[in-house]
């Protein structure tokens, strides 16, 4: 009797982990059907290099993917130097109980709703922008960007600040002994042990920017153009999903939500892939 | 008259490829202590979990030949398919070098195993446990306090509780592993009187690293070395 | 490099990382800082339950008007039924991948919840937008709903449950595994009496967190159901109100001051209810005794 409950009990759990793991195939599943028309004979491909002028019949998503291209890195950009310099604040530099305070900050920052960071945007950092500018409605690539930085650094502070604890002590015990400071140790010893915790940092922000929705809807404008400046407006691919709102199920438009929604899976999926290969750090500890 | 009642034969064990146990052939007579030595590192605790199976829990082990129990008056292959392992664990109990009380307290650590055999009644669970805390020698020390952590006893206490855990079961066969290793002299003198009486009721393996320990206790020792268990004499 | 120009870089790195520290948590205080600052006068009563009297409102007698009430009932359940759902199903692919899944299993197994983890929320509201779609097809008149929008956040949190469970089970030193083993216990039990209640507090942290991710996301249900008037949801079927979706909502379509101050309002809340929930979490790691989840 007690073996046969051990087998239910497998059995049970066995069940829910397939379930689980079947909702990632079911989801990519459910996407490539209700936008099978647009694949069918590699149509998928043109669609992303076309405009998009739905009055000509032309659904290109081309504008959308620049729009996301532009808004993550550009956050990257933003968000990269900040979070190296608060990492290495956090690894050697900080007074014991002000990194610990920051941590803590950095930690809770991770969980501060995007829709707050998208109306604080709306209502301090576009305005912002427009007058400093004079340009525009003050909602474009750069106001994003600024704001999507501010979301991804936590993110990438934690990445980096595992990737940096994880080099071996001996190391730094070796380094401090003959002489370096505290600079020298981290920037010649630490740093370049910790590439891999810089890659992956590197990577997981990257795909929170491209999958973040609400910034880009609440301030990046919306247009849908390839952006010229980082004054212009622009349409992310998540956006583009978000603001789709076609009645007829059977329309191109709505068709081309789903290849947008295939576009950032295939993305996100390989940006998985890649930090796998490099054989992750601290994975997951990137949420406390 | 054949008085053994743990019967090994040809048993080879491999780990992660490393040859520990070459083809072992011995068989353990009832009521005594057989202590076994040799260097560290050489497979002599693995030897020990051969006999109840808690290897199997090891990524990386293998196992070949035979080892019987003679239960009820009969020999039963203990890596028969029909064997329960958690009946057999019942009646081959283990106690660690480091003292391992689950994170309860004294007396939900004692009822523990037989919460897992089934065992129900109240009343027969209190009287199983001041009887195994008893010959444990440690109920007198813990009456007072048995629904306090088990983690707040000393080392030997602990290790004491950790005792009284397994003959709550009624094992046929004890196994030690360095039982005192982690203890200082008082303490482990305490187990070692404690090892002597349960000679009576159960038999006893016992995995040492010292030989005066051996030499005051033990009835015959066998040294592991080289893959072989080799029967050593007692300096007394 | 001279004696000098390392004097330098050292001093300069400081900087950096000084300044970089600085910026940061100003950028913070200013964000904090200025949802305050608009928006503390409307913090009361009224935020909530505009001019119904509270114990009316909660008890469902009258109906709130101007009022959040509606939005965090709304959030209230949903978080409730997403967490409800996502809970079993997460703890128990943990236990199966950390205790049961072979080597390679628990690499294919590990590579979907992995990528699971990465899906973008927006697209996890699509698919469940298309399930609503499909159902639609098969039974008339159903559309988007708090039960789609649960679901899909349940989606949403599995992977994040299925690793907290997974790693902190994992994390259990080997004595302690085959402590209970060694005294007879079958896989199960020891599972069920020990290594449970060992990881519960690492459990309980990512659930959490998951609690955390259900209530503040917006994108995956803006696209299953909610909707910025609705009252007080009344079926799994209905639409809903929600507070991050309120708060979209009125950045965009405010048609006046005393709305824009109840996005205000809503803001604060909304990030009281995340620093609140991470304060529990840290709570949970650090201080939770295992001993409280024993139960024999």
């Known amino acids: ?288 | ?236 | 490099m001279s004696e000098k120009a390392l004097k330098w870089t050292d001093r300069a790195v400081v900087v950096f990382a000084w300044s970089s520290a600085i910026i940061l948590i100003c950028a913070l205080f200013l964000l904090i800082g200025s949802l305050l600052k608009n928006g503390w006068q409307t913090l009361g009563l009224d935020l909530i339950f505009g001019n119904a009297p509270p114990l009316d409102a909660i008890l469902l007698k009258r109906r709130v008007f101007g009022g959040l009430f509606p939005a965090i009932a709304g959030t209230l359940l949903l978080v409730v039924l997403s967490v409800s759902l996502a809970v079993p199903i997460g703890v128990c692919a943990g236990v199966y991948m950390s205790e049961y899944a072979s080597a390679g299993l628990r690499r294919i197994l590990g590579l979907c919840f992995d990528i699971l983890a990465g899906v973008p929320s927006i697209v996890v509201g699509l698919f469940g937008f298309s399930g609503a779609i499909i159902l639609h097809r098969i039974f008339d008149g159903f559309r988007p709903c708090l039960a789609v929008s649960a679901a899909s956040l349940a989606i949403l949190v599995l992977p994040y449950l299925v690793r907290t469970t997974q790693t902190s089970m994992q994390g259990i030193s080997p004595g302690l595994r085959i402590t209970a083993l060694a005294l007879g216990a079958s896989k199960m039990q020891n599972i069920v009496y020990v290594l449970l209640p060992r990881s519960m507090s690492g459990i309980l942290s990512g659930i959490v967190l998951a609690i955390g991710r259900c209530a503040e996301d917006t994108a995956v249900i803006m696209l299953t159901g909610v909707v910025a008037t609705a009252g007080v949801p009344g079926s799994l079927f209905g639409q809903y109100e929600a507070l991050p979706f309120y708060i979209y909502y009125i950045s965009s379509q405010y048609t006046d001051q005393a709305e824009l101050m109840t996005g205000y309002g809503a803001s604060i809340i909304l990030l009281c209810v995340c620093l609140a929930l991470f304060l529990i979490a840290l709570g949970v790691r650090k201080g939770l005794s295992h001993q409280v989840f024993y139960r024999i």
Not at chain 1, 145 to 171: C, E, H, R
Not at chain 2, 73 to 94: N, P, T
Not at chain 2, 192 to 206: A, G, H, I, R
């Open chain 1, 1 to 288: 009797m007690m073996i046969n409950r051990d087998k239910t009990f497998k059995t049970a759990l066995f069940i829910c982990a397939a379930a689980s793991a079947l909702a990632t195939l079911l989801i990519f599943g459910f996407l490539l059907v209700f936008g099978l028309p647009l694949f069918k004979g590699g149509q998928f491909f043109l669609l992303l290099g076309r405009p998009w002028a739905p009055g000509q019949g032309m659904y290109g998503f081309l504008p959308m993917i620049a729009g996301t291209a532009a808004i993550s890195l550009l956050s990257l950009v933003v968000a990269f130097p900040i979070s190296l310099g608060v990492s290495f604040f956090l690894h050697s530099l900080a007074p014991a109980a002000l990194g610990k305070i920051l941590k803590r900050l950095v930690q809770f920052m991770t969980g501060v709703p995007t829709v707050i960071y998208g109306f604080i945007g709306v209502f301090l950092l576009v305005p912002l922008i427009r007058e400093m500018f004079e340009n525009g409605s003050g909602m474009c690539v750069l106001s994003a960007s600024l704001m999507l930085g501010l979301l991804i650094s936590p993110t990438m502070i934690l990445f980096f600040s595992d990737g940096f604890a994880a080099v071996d002590k001996k190391y730094i015990q070796a380094a401090r002994a003959l002489g370096a400071t505290r600079v020298q140790t981290l920037l010649f010893v630490v740093l370049p042990n910790a590439w891999r915790g810089l890659m992956t940092g590197l990577i997981m922000a990257l795909g929170r920017a491209m999958g973040d929705t609400l910034i880009a809807l609440m301030i990046a404008g919306n247009a849908v153009n390839v952006p010229s400046s980082l004054l212009d407006p622009a349409r992310t691919l998540t956006s583009h999903i978000a603001l789709v709102s076609a009645a007829d199920y059977h329309s191109m438009e709505f068709k081309s939500i789903f290849a947008c929604g295939v576009t950032l899976y295939l993305l996100n999926a390989a940006a998985v892939i890649a930090i796998r290969r490099f054989g992750a750090v601290g994975k997951d500890k990137a949420h406390v």
């Open chain 2, 1 to 236: 008259m054949d008085n053994s009642i743990i019967k090994i034969t040809d048993l080879h064990f491999s780990y992660n490829g490393l040859k520990v146990l070459k083809g072992v052939t011995h068989s353990f007579e009832k009521n005594t202590l057989t202590a076994i030595t040799g260097p560290s590192g050489k497979g002599k605790s693995t030897f020990l979990t051969t006999l109840n199976r808690l290897w199997e829990d090891v990524p990386g082990a293998a196992l070949q030949g035979c080892v019987e129990l003679k239960i009820a008056e009969k020999w039963r292959d203990v890596y028969a398919s029909s064997m329960d392992i958690a009946a057999l664990r019942r009646m081959v109990g283990m106690v660690f070098q480091i003292p391992n009380p689950l994170p309860m307290s004294i007396f939900r650590n004692m009822a523990f195993p037989l919460k897992l055999a089934g065992v129900k009644e109240k009343d027969q669970v209190q009287a199983k446990v001041q009887e195994a805390l008893e010959r444990a020698f440690l109920w007198d020390e813990v009456k007072d306090r048995l629904h306090s952590s088990a983690l707040e006893l000393s080392g030997g206490q602990q290790q004491r509780l950790c005792i009284a855990r397994a003959l709550i079961l009624e094992p046929m066969v004890l196994l030690f592993d360095e039982p005192t290793s982690s203890l200082d002299y008082q303490a482990a003198g305490m187990i070692e009187d404690l090892l002597v009486s349960l000679k009576e009721s159960c038999t006893v393996l016992m995995v040492s690293h010292y030989l005066d320990q051996v030499s005051r206790i033990a009835d015959s020792r066998l040294e592991l070395a080289d893959g072989k268990l080799l029967l050593s004499n007692i300096s007394r």
